[in-house]
């Protein structure tokens, strides 16, 4: 894949930057690629961009942030229309952008759920990062010294996604339980559920989390209707392992894919290395690097620049 692929907005969580690593695991062409945690669909972007599956599968219980990936798809001119009329609101506010960034926080909370409402929220609120209060309200602040992306910058990726996927995309909104019932042998599942850390917290940093023991009998299944999947599941930093791993007995393979420098121990001084964890179904395993020593085994393909 030649330079990275587009992205909408900044989203916390996102594999943009690992996708280049995980591309490798997946066969050259396959049927469907299905995302039940798409996020901002990193994946799908990547995958859609190498032409490497004929269609896809993007879900998140989070309908706002579909409804943006879906708009940006199949009515981009759409999308960036109403996205640079939210945007250039701003600028009319005699008292800063600031409030102008609350006001609309407020009519999102109140219904008015737009998907440019949406992109607008998460292009300025710190850290890309979608949180909700236990009142399910959106009560992230804004980043105080951005504006959010400027539509011209928006307008070159939202473009360039919707080339890449417009009439091949389906998009649902459900538990992500319910997108893998229709999930079916030739498709390739990529999974990217929430930390573990973060898991079973309603206000967390992801919209909802999810139960361990749920999310290994769904991995069980898949395993059982012979259906090929791939799963980014915590890591490790340094010396400090995040989460619990997936139980052998689903016969998956880990690698840690290189996820650069740790922005925390760059602060401290320490310069550790985020390794990323990638567990890899049987039937994608033939595409694994030779091992030379024992679990885990490190990626082989191309590290990100740092
Ligand atoms: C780590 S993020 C995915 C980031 C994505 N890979 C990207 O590159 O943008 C996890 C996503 O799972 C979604 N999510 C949480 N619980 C879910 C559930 N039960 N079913 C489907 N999606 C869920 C969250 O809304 C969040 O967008």
Same mark, same amino acid.
């Given at each position: 894949m030649n330079?990275?692929?587009?992205h909408?907005v900044?989203?916390?969580g996102?594999k943009?930057i690992l996708?280049p690593?995980?591309l490798?695991?997946?066969?050259k062409?396959f049927?469907r690629?299905?995302?039940p945690f798409?996020?901002?669909?990193?994946?799908?972007?990547?995958?859609?961009k190498?032409?490497r599956a004929?269609r896809?599968?993007?879900?998140d219980?989070n309908?706002?942030?579909?409804?943006?990936l879906r708009?940006a798809?199949?009515s981009?001119?759409?999308?960036i229309?109403e996205?640079?009329?939210v945007w250039?609101e701003q600028?009319?506010?005699?008292?800063?952008?600031?409030?102008h960034?609350y006001?609309v926080?407020?009519?999102f909370n109140k219904?008015?759920?737009?998907?440019?409402?949406?992109?607008?929220l998460?292009?300025?609120c710190?850290?890309?990062?979608v949180?909700?209060?236990s009142?399910g309200?959106f009560?992230?602040?804004?980043?105080k010294r951005r504006h959010?992306t400027?539509p011209?910058n928006?307008?070159?990726n939202?473009?360039a !996604?919707?080339?890449?996927l417009?009439?091949?995309?389906?998009?649902m909104? =459900?538990? %992500?339980r $319910?997108? #893998?019932?229709?999930a /079916?042998p030739?498709?390739i599942v990529?999974m990217?559920p929430?930390?573990q850390?973060?898991?079973?917290?309603r206000?967390?940093r992801y919209?909802?989390?999810?139960e361990f023991a749920?999310f290994?009998?769904?991995i069980?299944q898949?395993?059982?209707?012979h !259906?090929?999947?791939?799963i980014?599941?915590?890591?490790?930093?340094?010396? =400090?392992? %995040?989460? $619990?791993? #997936?139980p052998?007995? /689903?016969g998956l393979q880990?690698?840690l894919?290189?996820a650069?420098?740790?922005s925390?121990s760059?602060?401290l001084?320490?310069?550790e290395?985020?390794?990323?964890?990638?567990y890899?179904?049987?039937?994608l395993?033939q595409y694994?690097p030779?091992?030379?020593?024992s679990?885990?085994?490190?990626?082989?393909?191309?590290?990100?620049a740092i």
């Open positions: 330079g990275k692929a587009p909408i900044q989203y916390q996102s943009r996708a690593q995980m490798p695991y997946m066969p062409r049927d690629l299905v995302e798409a996020g901002m669909a990193a994946i799908t972007i990547a995958v859609a190498a032409g004929k896809y599968l993007i879900n219980l309908k706002p942030l579909v409804d943006i708009l798809i199949e981009p001119h759409e999308l229309a996205y640079t009329s250039s600028f009319t506010y005699k008292d800063g952008s600031v409030e960034y006001k926080r407020d009519d219904g008015n759920q737009s998907a440019a409402n949406m992109l607008y998460l292009a300025r710190v850290k890309g990062s949180r909700y209060g009142n309200q009560n992230q602040s804004p980043d959010g400027s011209k928006m307008r070159l939202i473009d !996604i919707s080339y890449y417009k009439g091949r995309a389906q998009f909104s =459900k538990d %992500y $319910e997108v #893998l019932e229709e /079916l030739g498709d990529y990217d929430p930390y850390g973060v898991s079973n917290v206000d967390c919209y909802s989390g999810i749920d290994i009998d769904a069980d898949l395993n059982r209707r !259906i090929d999947f791939l980014s599941y915590d890591g490790k930093c340094g010396d =400090k392992h %995040y989460g $619990e791993d #997936l052998s007995e /689903l880990k690698v894919l290189n650069g420098l740790s925390q760059i602060l001084g320490k310069k290395v985020t390794f990323e964890a990638l890899i179904s049987r039937g395993q694994l030779r091992p030379t020593e679990e885990p085994l490190y990626s082989l393909f191309e590290a990100p």
